[in-house]
């Protein structure tokens, strides 16, 4: 029999305004961010793809009894789902009240604070997790770092904060060959679930017939794959994006179609569906993950390069992190959330200047026209925050 | 008169001075007929053959005929990136202008830099008249000293030589054209640029709080020694860790000066403002606390002049012409960031200096005027018809 651990992550970033030069500490009060850039994307994908698949797994937890569901979604996405679309709240806290959907920690900034600040990071998580906890009355057991970023820092950190486990990718240079759907564990103990990116990626990126040489993936197809591969003490973990369903690959591909038939045959076969923590309990423990670099589930790099791949990214981070203690110190209030929303990864991944595929990924989720304006951009932000800190500090 | 890049589309200083040229000549009494390029890119096919205007200074009226043309202002500048052959493209405009010529009477041709200058070589030949070429800025100046591009550089000797007098938009000019292109002296006529005077009450609104403020106006080209005034701002963030430094401009070097920017850890303290222009440029100067050029060659340098007419203390490159206009303007090699650096740390910490320099260089620039350049230009027109008398 086989078991698989479907994870989804829901994300969606608080998208700067346009800044210019003479907004930067203008004291005007504006709003850092742009209500209707973001509104008009969140109800976008909640139309294409939050919503119809949050009815269909809604549909599946009601028909099979063997299937379950684990996601990961950030405050601020969370945020933005209760203002533009209450629909896809409502639908998300049925899926809790079936008692088959697992909801994971994470950071509510969907942040690097992680690689940079252990307060800042254990803050944030805190702050995700009292969030879940209101909405949906879970408190997650399992973590997830944003983008999956793992290092053995990381792990130990999530270790002490009391979770029984981690999701990171399954990377081919720290796996050297190992099945990535066993459970490892960190050098300090913690176990991990790790993403099996080739069959996740058969959806999320190959599904479509446009990018597959043959035609589009049947559920028989891969319902076959998943069978006929895996051992009885093996979980297959399938990571990715939610938007993969009617976003990334847009409902006329088929891929509503597909997933549903895929989860029902699965089921029809005699596999089961498990969430993260009952993974991390059914697969056997297959030896060490043990990387002192990151390691994340972006790009071909599999690595933290898609943030800190040049120096504007590298610069801009540190800056960022610089300020925290006299930022927190301002007790401002609103300085404070502007500050933390700046520290969403999707901020820097909007700087990356790596070209080749990647780049186009990271271009169709940007909003700027190249990387350098979004640096631009975020510099404008950044500066202003840094002026409005001076103003408190002055008058203070 | 045959321009290239006129406001409200210019990119450049090029544009405010041909513009500041025609009216004041215009408002002076001359008919002025000015042809100007029109931009069709590459790929499009060439609708637009010519097209003609009317623009009003002062009540009256000159005409402009656009000619479409495949030509950009600065391309010379990125010619890697120009989508065609440049040197074609120039010639094929400058048949187009004689063909328009037809329908236009005149008495002199007055022409600006390297593309116009095959469109004078024509007209002078088939009409007999005289050729004036204005001089703003050289290959020379544009590559900074490093590699001209030869088909450009050909071409601008070729008016340097042909033209019956130049006119060079500073001393800085006329020393560089006849000590790099062998241009005989006695050919050439100083005219510095005027300048129209900016409102005062332009200044919009604050930002930049309480912050110093240092700004940079230009392209972000090698001309104008981006580089330099990102290794002023280095050392001066060291001393005045909230200064912020303001580039306005766009230009080839872009990227490069933005990676060289998070290479010296500026992110908060150098910022990207655009090329921005009317209101919002004066805005920029009157917050501004400094003005630096630091260019590596500047036949003149406008914008100099624009901080000064607002008051604001000005450090600028010796390799520049504005310098004349400005004497109380402070001077420094171009590569001598250290001495800028220390300038500007002196002038943040001494505001009563600071000040008292802001205000004699605002008396400065306002002896500095169109009418008294239009002036000169008359009689540089008068002596140029002689010869043809």
């Known amino acids: ?396 | 008169m045959i321009g290239w890049e006129y406001p409200p589309k210019n990119s450049g200083g090029l544009g405010v001075a041909c513009k500041g040229i025609v009216e004041h000549l215009v408002d002076s009494g001359f008919v002025v007929t000015l042809i100007l390029p029109k931009f069709t890119s590459h790929e499009s096919p060439e609708s637009l053959v010519s097209e003609t205007e009317f623009f009003t200074t002062k009540g009256k009226n000159y005409k402009v005929i656009y000619l479409s043309s495949r030509i950009t202002p600065y391309a010379s500048c990125d010619l890697d990136n120009y989508g065609g052959n440049l040197i074609d493209d120039v010639y094929d405009y400058a048949k187009k202008v004689l063909d328009c010529i037809n329908e236009v009477n005149f008495d002199l041709i007055h022409i600006h830099d390297w593309l116009t200058v095959p469109v004078g070589i024509l007209l002078k030949e088939k009409y007999q008249k005289p050729l004036v070429m204005h001089v703003h800025s050289t290959e020379y100046d544009r590559t900074a000293a490093g590699a001209p591009a030869a088909d450009v550089s050909e071409i601008e000797k070729r008016g340097f030589f042909v033209a019956d007098l130049l006119v060079a938009v500073s001393g800085y000019t006329k020393s560089l054209l006849v000590e790099h292109y062998s241009v005989p002296e006695n050919k050439i006529r100083v005219v510095h640029n005027g300048i129209d005077r900016i409102d005062d009450n332009s200044y919009l609104g604050d930002f930049l709080g309480g912050v110093p403020v240092i700004i940079f106006v230009g392209r972000l080209t090698i001309q104008k020694g981006p580089e330099y005034f990102l290794r002023v701002a280095r050392l001066v963030v060291d001393r005045h860790p909230d200064a912020i430094f303001v580039f306005a401009g766009d230009g080839d070097l872009f990227r490069e000066v933005i990676e060289s920017s998070a290479i010296k850890e500026l992110t908060g303290n150098v910022l990207f403002a655009g090329f921005l222009r009317g209101a919002q440029k004066d805005n920029l100067y009157h917050r501004a606390d400094i003005f630096v050029m630091p260019s590596v060659s500047e036949p003149y340098g406008l914008v100099a002049l624009e901080a000064a007419q607002i008051g604001r203390p000005v450090i600028i490159s010796k390799t520049s012409g504005v310098a004349e206009s400005l004497p109380s303007a402070i001077t420094v090699d171009y590569w001598d960031t250290d001495l800028m650096a220390k300038y500007v740390n002196e002038l943040l910490d001494d505001k009563e200096r600071s000040i008292f320099l802001g205000q004699n260089l605002k008396k400065e620039s306002e002896l500095v005027t169109w009418d008294r350049s239009v002036d000169q230009l008359k009689n540089i027109y008068q002596e140029a018809s002689q010869i043809y008398d």
């Open chain 1, 1 to 396: 029999m086989t078991k698989v651990c479907l994870y989804f992550q829901i994300h969606q970033p608080w998208r700067l305004a346009p800044v210019t030069i003479f907004d930067v500490g203008a004291g005007d009060g504006r709003s850092m961010t742009d209500e209707m850039v973001n509104k008009t994307v969140l109800q976008k994908v909640a139309d294409k793809s939050y919503v119809p698949m949050l009815k269909l797994l809604n549909k599946l937890l009601a028909d099979e009894e063997q299937f379950s569901v684990t996601f990961s979604i950030t405050g601020v996405a969370l945020e933005q789902l209760q203002t533009f679309s209450p629909e896809a709240i409502e639908l998300l806290k049925r899926i809790s009240r079936t008692g088959r959907a697992e909801f994971l920690s994470e950071t509510y900034y969907h942040s690097l604070a992680s690689l940079y600040s252990p307060i800042e990071f254990l803050h944030q998580v805190q702050k995700h997790r009292n969030l879940i906890n209101n909405l949906f009355g879970q408190s997650p057991t399992v973590f997830r770092n944003t983008e999956l970023i793992y290092s053995n820092y990381i792990a130990k950190m999530v270790m002490l904060m009391g979770y029984v486990g981690m999701l990171t990718e399954g990377a081919d240079k720290i796996l050297r060959g190992r099945s990535p759907s066993r459970v490892f564990v960190a050098p300090c103990g913690l176990p991990l679930l790790l993403k099996h990116y080739q069959l996740s990626d058969d959806i999320a990126f190959r599904f479509s017939a446009s990018s597959r040489s043959s035609e589009p993936l049947t559920a028989s197809t891969f319902t076959h794959w998943i069978n006929s591969s895996f051992a009885d003490d093996e979980v297959v973990n399938l990571f990715m994006d939610f938007e993969t369903f009617g976003e990334h690959q847009w409902a006329d591909t088929g891929i509503f179609d597909f997933f549903y038939h895929f989860v029902r045959e699965m089921i029809g076969s005699g596999s089961k569906f498990v969430s993260a923590t009952r993974a991390l309990s059914d697969a056997s423990v297959s030896g060490y993950f043990d990387s002192n670099e990151p390691v994340s589930w972006a790009d071909t790099d599999r690595d933290i390069t898609a943030w800190r791949g040049n120096r504007q990214q590298v610069d801009s981070l540190a800056k960022i992190y610089r300020i925290e203690e006299a930022i927190l110190d301002s007790k401002d209030d609103k300085l404070i959330e502007d500050w933390r929303r700046l520290q969403t990864s999707d901020h820097y991944y909007y700087m990356c200047t790596k070209w080749s595929n990647d780049g186009d990924v990271h271009a169709y989720f940007s909003h700027y026209s190249s990387p350098y304006e979004a640096y631009v951009n975020f510099n404008n932000a950044y500066t202003d925050i840094k002026i409005r800190l001076n103003q408190i500090n002055k008058n203070g």
